[in-house]
């Protein structure tokens, strides 16, 4: 997708439309009422960019925005900071997630700073996993905001132009507001709610935990319509292929906040190519998730499966013959456009 | 203590009721405190309320209590310290995703909220917790809190929101 302002460069920000809170892609894509797609990017264990990259490149052409992970699992791993700094080097639109589990205040704020000058236009407050489920167990837990205290902070940031101490911030971070809700964990009542309390604390998008139980997404999302959230906050729902049977009951036992519903177990248990069966399923819940009222897109979490996310989404058909901006794909296109 | 924790969260509505009759009196006592000076009463007073919410709730004396919008469930004891509802990671069983042999504080939370007459306050967005807060009484506080707002409406007689503040405080 070409919009008809593109910078010069593709790593200069786009003009901010009256209304638009960045100058970044996915906004764009999002208020259009495009059916937005955005992936999960596993950041490298590796000081090398071009790692990085691949990692990118892998999703060309089919999402509109990237999510780069902040330790997630409470595993170490390149920063997400320094994952989008070398993403919007280049143009793409990276979410730039941050966790409360390792930063305090201050490290948070300084990083959202830092992030909006080096181009960053989207970020995902969440509070993060508990160090007890990565590589360092040892680890301090910091905690010191919460996903919900994020939110606002960072909205005070952009919109107040003030940090949390009352300070003056002379240029404001211009950034999209996401925030993270499981449908699909007690206490369920009061999920949505929380969206909502989440989106008055700030949140513009929800990004959803794993789908796969339809009919509690469903009302989910009918809670969400009835509290009047949907007109103030896009949700995109959680999608990604399972590998096999076998790793469907590992997941489901082993991480915390993912529900795999039998029936899709039995399912992949049953098929001949358990990886093709993984990636059909994908395929038929992306397609019944746009169905929903209020879903505004989907994102794609295919850990260690991120080079079938292209033909997920191909065969979906969800963008229906938009081709979302990669680099490489710029100037010359919208020349020809125009 | 754990198990005490969760019958005080269960029993949500009773301490409800019972704090509505607590924060009045202490309120009454700001002459008391005044004369003795807060600063001389902080100490001890911080102690007695470690002790009987310590026992009650397992307080971790953040010294900003929000026990009464949180389902008498304290929050602080959720390994992340959130304050404004639970994670995703709640197993299905309603236990915490990082001791999986406890019950999730905000299943609990929001459970007690339930009872309250004043449950829906767990819908209100909560501020960073103050750390430099950490081990003062939090009862001195919304005592403080009431007086000056109390004050503060009676220089200007519009409404003042810091008593709203006060209250949602215990």
Same mark, same amino acid.
């Given at each position: 997708?070409?919009?008809?302002?593109?910078?010069?460069?593709?790593?200069?920000?786009?003009?901010?439309?009256?209304?638009?809170?960045? @100058?970044?892609?996915?906004?764009?894509?999002?208020?259009?009422?495009?059916?937005?797609?955005?992936?999960?990017?596993?950041?490298?264990?590796? +000081?090398?960019?071009?790692?990085?990259?691949?990692?990118?490149?892998?999703?060309?052409?089919?999402?509109?925005?990237?999510?780069?992970?902040?330790?997630?699992? +409470?595993?170490?791993?390149?920063?997400?900071?320094?994952?989008?700094?070398?993403?919007?080097?280049?143009?793409?639109?990276?979410?730039?997630?941050?966790?409360?589990?390792?930063?305090?205040?201050?490290?948070?704020?300084?990083?959202?700073?830092? =992030?909006? =000058?080096?181009?960053?236009?989207?970020?995902?407050?969440?509070?993060?996993?508990?160090?007890?489920?990565?590589?360092?167990?040892? =680890?301090?837990?910091?905690?010191?905001?919460?996903?919900?205290?994020?939110?606002?902070?960072?909205?005070?940031?952009?919109?107040?132009?003030?940090?949390?101490?009352?300070?003056?911030?002379?240029?404001?971070?211009?950034?999209?507001?996401?925030?993270?809700?499981?449908?699909?964990?007690?206490?369920?009542?009061?999920?949505?709610?929380?969206?909502?309390?989440?989106?008055?604390?700030?949140?513009?998008?929800?990004?959803?935990?794993?789908?796969?139980?339809?009919?509690?997404?469903?009302?989910?999302?009918?809670?969400?319509?009835?509290?009047?959230?949907?007109?103030?906050?896009?949700?995109?729902?959680?999608?990604?292929?399972?590998?096999?049977?076998?790793?469907?009951?590992?997941?489901?036992?082993?991480?915390?906040?993912?529900?795999? @519903?039998?029936?899709?177990?039995?399912?992949?248990?049953?098929?001949?190519?358990?990886?093709?069966?993984?990636?059909?399923?994908?395929?038929?819940?992306?397609?019944?998730?746009?169905?929903?009222?209020?879903?505004?897109?989907?994102?794609?979490?295919?850990?260690?499966?991120?080079?079938?996310?292209?033909?997920?989404?191909?065969?979906?058909?969800?963008?229906?013959?938009?081709?979302?901006?990669?680099?490489?794909?710029?100037?010359?296109?919208?020349?020809?456009?125009? | 203590?754990?198990?005490?924790?969760?019958?005080?969260?269960?029993?949500?509505?009773?301490?409800?009721?019972?704090?509505?009759?607590?924060?009045?009196?202490?309120?009454?006592?700001?002459?008391?405190?005044?004369?003795?000076?807060?600063?001389?009463?902080?100490?001890?007073?911080?102690?007695?309320?470690?002790?009987?919410?310590?026992?009650?709730?397992?307080?971790?004396?953040?010294?900003?209590?929000?026990?009464?919008?949180?389902?008498?469930?304290?929050?602080?004891?959720?390994?992340?310290?959130?304050?404004?509802?639970?994670?995703?990671?709640?197993?299905?069983?309603?236990?915490?995703?990082?001791?999986?042999?406890?019950?999730?504080?905000?299943?609990?939370?929001?459970?007690?909220?339930?009872?309250?007459?004043?449950?829906?306050?767990?819908?209100?967005?909560?501020?960073?917790?103050?750390?430099?807060?950490?081990?003062?009484?939090?009862?001195?506080?919304?005592?403080?809190?009431?007086?000056?707002?109390?004050?503060?409406?009676?220089?200007?007689?519009?409404?003042?929101?810091?008593?709203?503040?006060?209250?949602?405080?215990?």
């Amino acid at each position: 997708m070409i919009f008809e302002d593109e910078p010069l460069d593709p790593w200069h920000p786009l003009p901010i439309l009256p209304g638009h809170s960045s @100058p970044g892609r996915l906004e764009r894509v999002l208020r259009a009422g495009r059916f937005t797609v955005t992936a999960e990017l596993a950041p490298p264990d590796s +000081a090398d960019p071009e790692e990085v990259y691949a990692r990118a490149r892998v999703f060309d052409g089919y999402v509109d925005g990237m999510n780069a992970t902040d330790g997630s699992g +409470a595993n170490c791993h390149m920063s997400s900071v320094g994952m989008c700094a070398l993403l919007t080097r280049v143009g793409y639109s990276p979410v730039m997630q941050i966790s409360c589990r390792d930063k305090n205040r201050i490290a948070i704020q300084g990083d959202v700073l830092g =992030a909006a =000058a080096m181009g960053v236009s989207n970020v995902l407050c969440l509070s993060g996993d508990g160090v007890q489920s990565g590589d360092h167990p040892d =680890a301090k837990p910091v905690f010191d905001l919460d996903s919900m205290s994020l939110l606002e902070t960072v909205r005070g940031m952009r919109d107040e132009c003030q940090f949390l101490s009352g300070r003056t911030i002379t240029a404001p971070p211009r950034v999209l507001l996401g925030a993270a809700e499981n449908p699909f964990a007690p206490p369920y009542d009061f999920r949505a709610l929380r969206v909502a309390k989440k989106v008055a604390a700030g949140a513009q998008f929800i990004q959803t935990q794993y789908c796969y139980d339809i009919p509690r997404f469903k009302t989910f999302m009918a809670q969400l319509r009835d509290l009047g959230v949907l007109e103030h906050c896009y949700i995109l729902a959680g999608v990604g292929p399972l590998a096999s049977a076998r790793a469907a009951e590992w997941i489901r036992t082993h991480v915390p906040g993912i529900d795999i @519903p039998d029936a899709v177990i039995k399912r992949l248990a049953g098929a001949a190519k358990q990886k093709q069966e993984g990636k059909q399923l994908c395929i038929e819940l992306i397609q019944e998730l746009r169905e929903i009222e209020g879903v505004s897109g989907v994102h794609v979490m295919a850990y260690r499966q991120e080079e079938t996310v292209a033909e997920i989404i191909d065969r979906s058909g969800v963008l229906q013959g938009r081709e979302p901006w990669f680099p490489g794909r710029g100037h010359e296109l919208q020349k020809e456009s125009a | 203590m754990y198990s005490v924790r969760l019958w005080t969260t269960r029993h949500a509505r009773l301490f409800e009721i019972i704090y509505n009759v607590f924060e009045p009196i202490i309120t009454r006592l700001h002459p008391l405190w005044k004369n003795l000076g807060y600063e001389r009463v902080e100490k001890p007073v911080a102690r007695l309320e470690a002790l009987c919410k310590g026992v009650l709730f397992d307080c971790q004396m953040c010294g900003q209590c929000k026990l009464s919008t949180t389902g008498m469930s304290c929050t602080m004891n959720c390994p992340k310290n959130l304050r404004n509802g639970p994670c995703g990671g709640v197993r299905g069983d309603g236990n915490c995703e990082i001791y999986p042999q406890r019950r999730c504080v905000w299943v609990e939370a929001w459970n007690g909220s339930r009872q309250m007459r004043n449950g829906d306050a767990i819908l209100t967005v909560q501020k960073p917790v103050n750390f430099s807060y950490q081990g003062s009484s939090s009862w001195l506080r919304v005592v403080r809190g009431v007086v000056k707002s109390r004050e503060a409406a009676k220089l200007n007689p519009q409404p003042v929101q810091a008593k709203q503040a006060a209250e949602n405080t215990q």
